[in-house]
Nanobody
Framework: QVQLVESGGGLVQPGGSLRLSCEAS????????MNWYRQGPGKERELVAG???????NYAHAVKDRFAISRDNAKNTVYLQMNSLKPEDTAVYYC?????????????WGQGTQVTVSS
């Protein structure tokens, strides 16, 4: 069955760094756009970053120049490197896969990993 398993979350001080990983299984990872979303306390879920199958990336304005998304198709894994973390980055971070071939696309969500930025 399809699985997206996030890891790498935790507690970090402001200005620190974390690297999130999302390992996929059960579908053809290389044919999917992979995204990271987050949902902070009392907030709606929002797109943080995305990377297409061909490696084109996009970022939310709030994280541009601080976060970097990458993928390793050989490992079926997408990463989110988060630097210069701020308290407002505190959220549950979710991995989201969206197929690029069929319409409507197949989509899958991970279970989320908590990131807390606090001193």
């Amino acid at each position: 069955q399809v699985q997206l398993v996030e890891s790498g979350g935790g507690l970090v001080q402001p200005g620190g760094s974390l690297r999130l990983s999302c390992e996929a299984s059960g579908f053809t990872f290389s044919r999917y756009t992979m995204n990271w979303y987050r949902q902070g306390p009392g907030k709606e879920r929002e797109l943080v970053a995305g990377i297409t199958s061909s490696g084109i990336t996009n970022y939310a304005h709030a994280v541009k120049d601080r976060f970097a998304i990458s993928r390793d198709n050989a490992k079926n894994t997408v990463y989110l490197q988060m630097n210069s973390l701020k308290p407002e980055d505190t959220a549950v971070y979710y991995c989201f896969a969206k197929g690029e071939i069929y319409r409507p696309p197949y989509t899958y969500w991970g279970q989320g990993t908590q990131v807390t930025v606090s001193s």
